[in-house]
């Protein structure tokens, strides 16, 4: 079973998005801002993190750049969701997910990441 961390400050929005992966058999950790994903990704290591770029305390491209630091999470695919209008200014390897985005690209794009090879 694959494992994926969400993380968005919104708390409504963790819920809705790991409901609707744990319905696809992926185990789903959840976090509400950057600094605590960062701390679940280093003693988790989860296959995949779907993460909203504007949230406070560390914002998703701070906590992606952080990711890429640090050799046990450089090479965890990351989707950074973002209802921004630019995309040029992403984490190396990212995929950005333009917000509003429909239940099925999220699935494909999570299905599409997770079977990607990692470098």
């Not at 950790?29 to 993460?51: C, K, Q, T, V, W």
């Not at 701070?62 to 990351?78: G, N």
């Amino acid at each position: 079973m694959k494992t994926i961390l969400v993380v968005d400050d919104e708390e409504a929005v963790v819920e809705f998005i790991g409901s609707l992966l744990e319905e696809e058999d992926y185990r789903i950790l959840r976090a509400y801002d950057g600094r605590s994903a960062l701390e679940i990704a280093r003693n988790e290591h989860p296959d995949l993190i779907l993460s909203d770029i504007m949230m406070p305390i560390m914002n998703g491209l701070e906590f992606c750049r952080q990711l890429r630091e640090t050799p046990e999470t450089a090479d965890i695919p990351v989707i950074l969701m973002t209802a921004g209008r630019s995309t040029d200014h992403a984490c190396p390897g990212a995929t950005v997910l333009p917000k509003p985005f429909d239940l099925n690209t999220l699935e494909e794009v999570v299905a599409r990441k997770l079977a990607e090879p990692t470098p």
